[in-house]
């Protein structure tokens, strides 16, 4: 595999430019094999012109497709690379929740394997990431999908906001850059696509300070989405219905007493360099 200027394995290997802090690059990656490779190398190029201290992690959460083998692949050439494994698939909130554990360093970003989103904006979010700046929150210029797809995605958009009383503009939109250290006071439960809607409303009520900007979004390329089907779609409006009990009629997550659940399997066991599985 060759780029511009000479091979991969070069690409990632040569010093980078010296940045602010560290930053940690992931993707919850599931049946992505046609993509994935394409949006580790696009993070890789791009943490270079960053920072000199940064990782990418990608969770494959027990995809059935060739996605663990190409990612093998690419950690032969890219030491920058971790890949953590969920054997069998959780759901896409709890490959959030392994990749915000497994992060190590001051900044988080992360996006989707799917390539709908081009980690080169990543540059965008990180001019954004201000002293005064916990999280910056991507939101869709213009929403690449099946018409069926933004008229259910601007349904929900709009009704979590008024349920859940969000002011920003896109709470769906899984392109951010954040602070490690907002999980101090944010302690995500959800293994489901609700975590995004959790995440931004345990932020706000935290009293993490938010800024947007815009990105764009691609059509799919690869694979199908597993969001949009009438059962998910059921159960995601009773996980919707039991968040809202738990975070603005009960707010739970406000009280004092309150002990989160560890993350899934925190506890990594290595299987080769680069690779760790979480059975």
Request: net charge neutral; glycine share 8%; aromatic share 8%.
């Amino acid at each position: 595999m060759r780029a511009a200027g000479g091979t991969f394995a070069s690409l990632v290997t040569n010093t980078p430019p010296t940045a602010a802090g560290g930053l940690t690059i992931f993707f919850p990656a599931y049946n992505d094999a046609g993509t994935i490779a394409s949006m580790v190398i696009g993070a890789v190029i791009t943490a270079r012109e960053l920072t000199d201290d940064f990782e990418v992690v990608v969770v494959n959460d027990g995809s059935r497709d060739g996605t663990g083998q190409v990612l093998e692949e690419l950690a032969r050439m890219c030491p920058a690379l971790r890949i953590v494994t969920h054997p069998q698939n959780r759901g896409y909130g709890a490959a959030l929740r392994t990749g915000f554990a497994s992060a190590t360093k001051e900044f988080v970003f992360y996006t989707d394997g799917d390539a709908q989103y081009d980690p080169r904006e990543l540059k965008d979010l990180w001019a954004h990431m201000t002293p005064d700046v916990d999280l910056v929150n991507g939101y869709k210029i213009s929403r690449s999908d099946p018409l069926h797809r933004i008229v259910i995605g601007r349904l929900y958009h709009h009704t979590v906001k008024l349920l859940f009383g969000l002011r920003v503009r896109d709470v769906d939109c899984d392109f951010r850059l954040m602070r490690r250290s907002i999980f101090e006071r944010v302690h995500l439960e959800k293994n489901s696509g609700v975590i995004c809607l959790e995440l931004m409303k345990k932020a706000h009520d935290a009293g993490c300070r938010i800024v947007e900007t815009p990105v764009h979004h691609f059509h799919r390329a690869y694979g199908t989405s597993q969001f949009f089907n009438f059962p998910r779609i059921a159960r995601t409006l009773v996980d919707i219905a039991k968040l809202w009990s738990a975070l603005v009629w009960r707010k739970t997550h406000l009280a004092p007493t309150t002990q989160p659940e560890p993350p899934p399997d925190a506890s990594p066991v290595p299987v080769t360099k680069g690779t760790e599985e979480r059975s």
